[in-house]
């Protein structure tokens, strides 16, 4: 929704407005020219020293709020017709870096990544669509999370995501080496499939030629998602509108 730029998305609205209305009236915007997923929600719980590129897409500071804001929004995203996109997994909040520049390293204990970081991705692990972080959790693993056979085991196998899973951007600094390596090790790792969003029309053959066509089981993943998408219901847009902006003025209450 982000890429569309700032005619779309009411995005700069308080939580207070009510995230399932906000998430209703961005999947009519979507739905209006012809899009029908969206990379939300993000379910990283910010903290004090959350990188501001992430910050302010944050959904909350505790595992209950973000759990609470990221169910409405992925509610109203279906509900309009629109899949929603589970991200960053296993959990980007604690990241000091910028992951377009750099690759984040996180040192936090196993325990309390499990206690708090991961615990708004188990939450909602039902939903259809995932997106990997580029992040190294030092905890775990050596390689970043996109590109860790074991951390994307831990969200297959404890976080309970069976979803269809993507990376993150590959053309983001985090990752290193040509495109064609980070797709293969993104794939190695257990990823079902590869985004690459800012690259050249070289940079992205390269990218899909390396990627090749979808395993099996990825492809019986995307079906499964697939499945999820449906017609948006008969619902009175502007009424909706309305109601957003009474919230958003002080004269509603939570979505």
């Keep these: ?11 700069a609205v308080a939580r207070s407005a009510g995230m399932w209305l906000r998430a209703r009236l961005q999947a009519a915007e979507l739905r209006a020219v012809g899009i029908d997923g969206n990379c939300a929600p993000t379910c990283d719980i910010a903290g004090p020293r959350t ?3 992430l910050r302010n897409r944050c959904l909350g500071e505790t595992v209950a709020a973000v759990v609470k ?3 409405a929004t992925a509610d109203g995203l279906l509900a309009g017709g629109v899949l929603p996109v589970l991200k960053h997994m296993p959990g980007h909040g604690r990241a000091e870096a910028d992951s377009h520049k750099d690759l984040p390293v996180v040192t936090a204990a196993a325990e309390d990544l499990r206690a708090h970081d991961f615990a708004p991705f188990a939450a909602l692990a039902d939903l259809p669509l995932g997106m990997t972080a580029h992040i190294r959790f030092t905890a775990f693993d050596a390689a970043p999370a996109t590109q860790s056979a074991k951390m994307i085991d831990l969200i297959r196998q ?3 995501f069976a979803g269809l899973l993507m990376t993150d951007d590959i ?3 985090a990752l290193s080496g040509s495109y064609a390596e980070r797709a293969a090790a993104s794939l190695a790792a257990g990823c079902d499939v590869i985004l690459h969003c800012n690259g050249t029309r070289a940079e992205l053959a390269e990218t899909v030629a390396a990627a090749g066509r979808m395993t099996p089981a990825a492809s019986l ?5 697939l499945r999820f998408r449906h017609a948006p219901g008969a619902v009175d847009l502007a009424a909706l509108a309305a109601e957003f902006d009474a919230a958003g003025s002080g004269g509603g209450s939570d979505g």
Excluded: D, S, V
Excluded at 1 to 11: I, K, S
């Design 221 to 225: 993943r995307a079906a499964a998602a």
């Design 69 to 71: 804001n990221a169910r």
């Design 171 to 173: 053309g983001m600094q």
């Design 1 to 11: 929704m982000a890429r569309l730029g700032a005619a779309f998305g009411r995005r």
């Design 158 to 160: 404890e976080i309970g």
């Design 51 to 53: 990188h501001p590129f």
